[in-house]
């Protein structure tokens, strides 16, 4: 099983809005909607952000989104904060019955 | 409250196999799998493999297969990952996370050097 394919960095200034892809294959992210995103910070464990492609956990903050189309999957965070600069994991269910990540892209706040 | 714990960090040689264990506290812990999850130094995150804590069944990621042995103890809500043959690329923080990935253990350092 080959890793998602996340780009590596990605960058904004406050208050923009970025978009993180995470582009699989028929057998994971196109294949259901068990797609999740995770916040890492220096030092910390993963944090869920987004799961089932577009659900939100209690407690995260409204300007994370998610959505997919086809084997790409997409997170994007809206009125980007200084608080939002760490590392992004995209994550699927695959078909035979295992999960998947993403390589990671780091996300800085200009 | 919910929380996985997991054991204290881990220093190895080559060849040799570990074992860390997860402890799982408020929930029922035969409700959910357990996954677990490693990264290496300045790496990302990469899925090792499940255990179904429930019946014991696992499924694994095919770079651990035949090196990876998940298992559990229901009498104390705990989960364990072995490792063997041990290499210094196995060096790397190793975390077990609930099934829906909302709750994740702090995380055991596993070292491997001669």
């Known amino acids: 099983q080959s890793a998602l394919t996340q780009p590596a960095s990605v960058s904004g200034s406050p208050g923009q809005s970025v978009t993180i892809s995470c582009t699989g294959t028929n057998t994971d992210v196109g294949a259901n909607d068990f797609v999740s995103w995770y916040q890492q910070r220096p030092g910390k464990a993963p944090k869920l952000m987004i799961y089932d492609v577009s659900e939100r956990p209690a407690g995260v903050s409204n300007r994370f989104s998610g959505s997919k189309s086809g084997n790409t999957a997409s997170l994007t965070i809206s009125g980007l904060q200084a608080e939002d600069e760490a590392d992004y994991y995209c994550?699927?269910?695959?078909?035979?019955?295992?999960?998947?990540f993403g390589g990671g892209t780091k996300l800085t706040v200009l | 409250q919910v929380q996985l714990v997991q054991s204290g960090a881990e220093v190895k040689k080559p060849g040799a196999s570990v074992k860390v264990s997860c402890e799982a506290f408020g929930y029922t812990f035969t409700a959910h799998y357990i996954h677990w999850v490693r990264q290496a130094p300045g790496q990302g995150l990469e899925w090792m493999g499940r255990?179904?804590?429930?019946?014991?069944?696992?499924n694994y990621a095919q770079k651990f297969q035949g090196r990876v042995i998940m298992t559990r103890d229901t009498s104390i809500s705990t989960v364990y990952m072995e490792l063997s043959s041990l290499r210094s690329d196995d060096t790397a923080l190793y975390y077990c996370?609930?099934?829906?990935?909302?709750?994740w253990g702090q995380g055991t350092t596993v070292s491997v050097s001669s």
């Open positions: 255990i179904n804590p429930n019946t014991g069944a696992t």
């Open positions: 996370t609930r099934g829906g990935g909302d709750v």
């Open positions: 994550n699927s269910y695959a078909t035979i019955r295992t999960w998947v």
